[in-house]
């Protein structure tokens, strides 16, 4: 059988401080899609890494009087130990200082050179350092007395230099086609829309090289210039999988990506610029785009200014990070800004895992303990009721995997603690206690039931909560290579033999 192949990427991040909870809600959405992936049986390729070149890295580093590789050095180090403590199963961190990346990059830009999309010229506009980003007038405003980019409300400056250009204007309209002709290559829709008015406006040529500082990949012939950061970090993408060895399994198997997972902010680069460098270069284009939107703290951007800034680690430490997994993804509807705070985060903990979940798989297990020589009873004789708890979750399984690849993870999350209320609710209403004393086989079929039924939650957890997910499978003694979607539907598969594992408490309830 053909196996089938899955690569999806998060953005990559620039190493200019520490990483926040943005960049963590980022890699904890193309986790949980990756994770998902592999459970349905496809050989996934998931990448993340850092975005080191450019004028704000090198600005960062003088500020901070380090040698700007030090600090790139120092600061990736960060973002690659955050992978780990975000329990990421990412196959590859790629840094754009490596030389497999430069590799690709230069030849990116000879394709560019080569198909006459690349001329020489003069730049003359606003640049955001901070958004690495070039802006026209009418998208800058004054505040401050200052001038600022009007939707990222990030400093401008002037800037005037030589300059090479990519001719972006010549591609609306292949642009334009290919979104209409590939609905679903840019999500949510209402992003869609957002690109698809901006590029009918028509398009400007793109400065892709700047001389004015040093800090990037020297244009190939011409080392007065380096290429321009958003084209060198896009490329980032073709680099992990061997580009330009095209003839390479990883490039083979996994070109062109399933889904790049960005951030609303960088919708314009992914959607256009990208699309546009790889047409020139006729390389086939991304399956998907998708922009998520941002992370608000107390209804506002989180920003060291506003103090109101939630770190990651901070909160991993305190409540653990199956929590807080689980709570970004049940909390913020993907595609929209979604507040978040420590009070809905405890709230949800509460509720969701150790009343919920938690309590379910505990007092099951207690019970079987207690009353079944602490192994899973068996049944063939399954009621109405028994039947009815199975099965809706049986059959629902379609259709969170259409959840899942919309990438309508918030929804996905809601149906699958759905189905674990339900089942609370079924052990409360069958009352197995007072089974014991009339009918211990109607007993065996209420507890057979609703350990499967743990079982398929469990399975369905694995991508969201997979430290926790895997504790409760280890205690039913799931074997490991049985924890996948396709098992969900089959009936009589639990080990009834071996005794339950040791039970212990999973969520703990935070005050
Ligand atoms: N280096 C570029 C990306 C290059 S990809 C080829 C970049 N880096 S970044 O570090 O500034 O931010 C990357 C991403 O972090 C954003 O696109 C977004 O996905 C995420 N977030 C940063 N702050 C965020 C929030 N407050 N909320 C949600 N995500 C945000 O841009």
Redesign the pocket.
């Given at each position: 059988m053909k196996t089938k192949n899955y690569y999806i990427t998060t953005?990559?991040?620039?190493p200019s401080g520490k990483p926040?909870?943005?960049?963590a809600?980022?890699s904890i959405i193309a986790d949980v899609i990756a994770r998902y992936k592999r459970l349905e049986g496809y050989k996934v390729y998931f990448l993340t890494g850092t975005?080191e070149h450019g004028l704000k890295i090198q600005r960062e580093a003088e500020k901070n009087k380090k040698k700007t590789q030090i600090f790139c050095d120092e600061l990736s180090k960060k973002f690659k130990e955050l992978t780990k403590i975000l329990n990421l199963s990412n196959n590859d961190f790629i840094r754009t200082t490596e030389k497999r990346h430069y590799n690709s990059v230069e030849d990116l830009w000879n394709k560019l050179v080569e198909s006459g999309d690349i001329y020489l010229d003069k730049y003359k506009g606003w640049y955001s350092v901070s958004d690495e980003a070039y802006y026209d007038s009418d998208e800058i405003e004054d505040k401050n007395n200052c001038k600022v980019s009007i939707v990222s409300g990030s400093k401008v400056e002037w800037v005037e230099e030589e300059s090479y250009f990519f001719k972006l204007s010549s591609w609306s309209k292949k642009l334009l086609e290919h979104y209409k002709s590939n609905p679903g290559f840019i999500l949510p829709v209402s992003r869609n829309n957002e690109v698809v008015k901006f590029v009918e406006k028509g398009l400007k040529d793109l400065s892709v090289s700047r001389t004015s500082f040093s800090w990037g990949i020297p244009v190939p012939k011409n080392k007065k210039h380096v290429i321009y950061v958003w084209l060198d970090?896009?490329t980032?993408y073709l680099s992990a999988i061997n580009y330009p060895d095209t003839s390479s399994d990883l490039y083979k198997e996994f070109w062109p990506a399933d889904l790049h997972i960005?951030?609303k902010?960088?919708l314009r680069f992914h959607a256009i610029y990208w699309p546009a460098f790889l047409m020139a270069a006729k390389l086939p284009l991304p399956k998907r785009i998708f922009g998520?939107g941002?992370?608000l703290s107390d209804e506002k951007?989180?920003s060291k200014s506003l103090g109101n800034i939630l770190d990651p680690i901070d909160i991993i430490e305190k409540y653990g990070i199956d929590q807080l997994r689980y709570y970004l993804i049940k909390e913020v509807s993907l595609g929209n800004d979604g507040n978040i705070s420590l009070e809905n985060l405890k709230n949800c903990i509460n509720n969701d895992l150790a009343n919920n979940y938690g309590n379910l798989c505990q007092r099951v297990f207690s019970f079987i303990k207690k009353n079944c020589e602490n192994k899973i009873p068996k049944s063939n004789d399954f009621s109405k009721n028994d039947k009815a708890l199975t099965n809706k979750l049986k059959n629902n399984v379609q259709k969170l995997n259409e959840l899942i690849n919309r990438q309508d993870l918030n929804n996905y999350i809601k149906q699958v603690i759905e189905h674990s209320f339900d089942s609370n609710k079924y052990f409360n209403d069958s009352e197995p206690w007072s089974l014991k004393k009339t009918d211990t086989k109607k007993m065996y079929s209420v507890l057979h039931s609703i350990v499967e039924q743990i079982k398929n939650i469990s399975i369905l957890l694995l991508p969201i909560i997979p430290d926790s997910a895997n504790k409760i499978l280890d205690i039913i003694n799931v074997d490991k290579n049985l924890r996948i979607i396709s098992e969900i539907n089959k009936n009589n598969n639990l080990n009834h033999d071996k005794e339950l594992g040791n039970i212990e408490i999973l969520f703990r309830k935070v005050e």
């Open positions: 953005p990559i991040y620039y926040h909870m943005g960049h809600y980022s975005d970090a896009l980032n960005i951030g902010d960088i998520h941002w992370i951007k989180m």
